[in-house]
Every structure is written in C-alpha cells, then in structure tokens.
C-alpha cells in the first residue's frame, strides 16, 4: 500500500528557513514526478515545485529564488529547502507523486497528509 510520508512543518519567524522531506513508501516502487502544493488559511492551493525523475524543476513565481526542491531517487524522497520565508508563505504544504509498482505499468496519482508551516512577523 502506497503512502506518502511528509515531514518537517513547523513555526518559525519571517527569514528564516525549513526544510520538508517527502517519501514514498510501500514496496517496489517507480516514482516519476514529484510535487509540492501547498493551501493557505484562505484556501487558495498553489503549485510550490515540482522535479521529474531526471531532475527537471519547476518552481511557483512566488518562491523562485528562495526555495529549492530536490530529489533522492535512491530513497524515493523529495526534499522542499525553504529559505527566507515570509508571512505569506504560511500554509499546509502536500507532497504529491506519480508511481507505479515495479512490476506493472499503471500510475497512479498519490497525494500526503500534508505539513503545517507557519511564519510569524
């Protein structure tokens, strides 16, 4: 059973920084493109970043050059490095992938539970 796992939401001051971890969990696996999305307190839902398998970014106009978003394919892992975060970058941050078993050849969508980061003026 698949599951995508997120970690390293929490509180802190405009500035300064937080780094997410997202894996992918649940046997052989093929996991092709990973995202990060994230939801304000307003429910506005926004593309963060998102990498292919070979390591193309795309990154949200709102964050480029502040974060940085990168991949362990060995350990089905992404990781979101958020530096200078403002006020406005308050919100649940959710990891989403594409992946299939290793021994078929249907993807499927998978979404986490998401993690909360806030940043206080």
């Known amino acids: 059973q698949v599951q995508l796992v997120e970690s390293g939401g929490g509180s802190v001051e405009a500035g300064e920084s937080l780094r997410l971890s997202c894996a992918a969990l649940?046997?052989?696996?093929?996991?092709?493109?990973m995202t990060w999305y994230r939801q304000t307190p307003e429910k506005t839902r926004e593309l963060v970043a998102g990498?292919?398998?070979?390591?193309?970014?795309n990154y949200g106009d709102s964050v480029k050059g502040r974060f940085t978003i990168s991949r362990d394919n060995a350990k089905n892992t992404i990781y979101l490095q958020m530096d200078g975060l403002k006020v406005e970058d308050t919100a649940v941050y959710s990891c989403?992938?594409?992946?299939?078993?290793?021994?078929?050849?249907?993807?499927?969508?998978?979404w986490g539970q998401g993690t909360q980061v806030t940043v206080s003026a």
């Open positions: 989403g992938a594409k992946i299939r078993d290793r021994f078929d050849d249907y993807w499927f969508d998978y």
């Open positions: 990498i292919t398998s070979s390591g193309r970014t």
């Open positions: 649940g046997g052989a696996l093929v996991v092709a493109a």
